[in-house]
């Protein structure tokens, strides 16, 4: 497999099958490693975060200090949720999961800047970001209604909206990001390397805050994500992440 | 079994790149006394060769100011171990406990609670963070364990851990590297007072770059050996006998 070995979605030529495009060997494998290191980072964020079930900010934050967010507020004791929370397995996944999402983002993130993947499909056009288009790719989205066309009129199977495009870009380059340094703030070891990581989020315990904050954000955007593949045709969209197409 | 001796070879060999730029490190600088088999060894090895090559200058962990400090300093798990020897020492103040120094020094010796006292002193306002999510800042004072260690006329050249035992019966080791740094004190004061007994009197090792369940309380002796097998389940410490991670700097 070369970068120029070009996957169905990309090529303009009338013997692609548009119906059914599919997402280049990169994008597919990447996509796949990424939500299963994903799923273990949240599993066992869930559990780290349970074990502990308070949330502070600033630099300090203990059991008996002025909490900004107790779970015990919300239902759950503190006895009741340490009972549920297993740190051990928590922080041996956490940390393991993180390498291979990091490690997988990188080679992701590489071989798509190599590839021009984010320049040429998720970079959106002068001509997208116009009022009229966003308008329009709002309005089918509160309807739930996935634009089947892209602007030369190709079925967009493997192809992205203005607006998705732009959630995209943002997730990989800001969020992610943003959720990988509150990771490390936590960190007596990075932080050491790295005061300014304290100084940026304002304190260890604020990192940890933003870090769960960040966490609930993905959880919504992961929902809103499957919703506007179901409303864009689920089978269409998910075959194009695995399938090697019709071809 | 040739398969995990390869596979810990090549794990090995990950770091080794960065050890050669630096001086006075080895194996042990970048890799746990025994890696974990699968990915989860894999990650501890890039965990702690990445910490140690952003660490390769020693450089010291963040120190707040006074009115940063908790006061009282909060407790945690053990705060005052029924050990029937720890009872007697406590309620003799320490002053007829001694600290022993043994194992790869030049010579194998006691200290006094006193005696530490009078050795120059460091005192650091520093973040205690829990690997659970806590984290408290308190004023520490101590003495840094390397200069224990060259009261006993410092260690041989075959030394490779630095173990500390405990009255509650916990252990740990501790790589070179980490006790060279200048903020691995021995700690007998918090917040400008006696360290006390729920924070780990007579003495609590400060570790400032790994989390809390490295920062020993209650130790009870220091002996420097060359391998951490054979020592507890050989993993190199209690924390990762029980599957925790061994080095602790996330």
């Known amino acids: 497999m070369g970068v120029d070995s070009p996957s169905i979605s990309e090529s303009r030529g009338p ?64 006895e009741d949720a340490g009972a549920i929370g297993d740190r051990r397995w928590g922080r041996n996944y956490h ?13 992701y993130v590489g071989w798509n800047l190599y590839s021009k993947h984010f320049r040429n499909r998720m970079v959106p056009g002068r001509d997208e970001w116009t009022v009229a288009n966003v308008r329009a790719e709002l309005r089918d989205s509160v309807r739930w209604r996935s634009r ?60 940890r805050t933003l870090h769960t904050i960040g966490t609930v954000a993905l959880v919504l955007f992961v929902v809103i994500h499957v919703l506007e593949i179901a409303a864009a045709g689920f089978l269409v969209k998910v075959r194009s992440m695995i399938a090697p197409g019709s071809e | ?74 407790t945690w798990n053990q705060t005052n171990p029924r050990n029937a020897e720890y009872q007697r020492h406590a309620s003799e103040g320490f002053t007829n406990w001694r600290l022993p120094i ?20 460091r005192t650091q306002i520093t973040a205690h963070v829990c690997e659970q999510g806590w984290s408290a800042i308190g004023e520490w004072t101590g003495v840094p364990l390397q200069r224990v260690l060259d009261e006993a006329g410092g260690v041989t050249p075959a030394a490779r851990y630095v173990v500390i035992d405990t009255f509650d019966g916990w252990y740990e080791g501790y790589d070179l590297f980490e006790v060279a740094h200048d903020q691995t004190i021995l700690a007998y004061g918090l917040n400008g007072r006696d360290l006390p007994r729920g924070n780990g009197a007579p003495l609590r090792l400060r570790v ?37 991670h061994w080095f602790a700097g996330v």
Not at chain 1, 95 to 107: D, H, M, S
Not at chain 2, 18 to 40: H, K, S
Not at chain 2, 47 to 68: F, I, K, P, V
Not at chain 2, 208 to 236: H, P, W
């Open chain 1, 15 to 78: 013997a692609a099958d548009v119906s059914n495009p599919v997402h280049s060997y990169n994008v597919r494998i990447c996509h796949w490693i990424n939500l299963i290191s994903c799923v273990y980072l949240l599993w066992s964020g869930v559990h780290i975060f349970l074990d502990f079930p308070e949330l502070y900010w600033g630099h300090t934050g203990y059991r008996g200090y002025p909490a900004a967010f107790r779970l015990a507020d919300w239902g759950l004791s503190w």
């Open chain 1, 95 to 107: 940390f393991t999961a993180a390498w291979v999402f990091l490690i997988n983002g990188l080679v």
């Open chain 1, 148 to 207: 089947r066309h892209t602007h030369d009129g190709a079925a967009a199977g493997a192809s992205y909206g203005t607006l998705q495009k732009t959630s995209y870009l943002i997730l990989i380059f800001v969020y992610v990001p943003l959720m990988i340094l509150t990771g490390i703030a936590q960190s007596p070891g990075f932080t050491a390397a790295m005061p300014m990581l304290l100084d940026l989020f304002g304190g260890r315990q604020s990192a």
């Open chain 2, 1 to 74: 079994m040739s398969n995990r001796i390869s596979r810990r070879t090549l794990l090995a060999s990950l770091p080794t790149l960065g050890g050669l730029l630096l001086t006075g490190c080895t194996r042990e600088t970048f890799v746990p006394p025994r890696v974990r088999g699968g990915l989860i060894g894999a990650a501890d090895v890039l965990t702690m060769s990445t910490n140690r090559l952003l660490l390769s200058r020693q450089q010291l962990a963040r120190e707040y100011s006074r009115s940063d400090v908790a006061d009282p300093f909060p």
């Open chain 2, 102 to 121: 043994s194992g790869l020094v030049a010579r194998s010796r006691e200290l006094s609670l006193a005696e530490i006292r009078r050795l120059p002193a």
């Open chain 2, 208 to 244: 400032e770059r790994q989390c809390g369940y490295k920062q020993l309380k209650f130790v009870k002796s220091i002996r420097v050996v060359d391998s951490m097998a054979g020592i507890g389940r050989g993993t190199g410490g209690i924390n990762s006998d029980f599957g925790f």
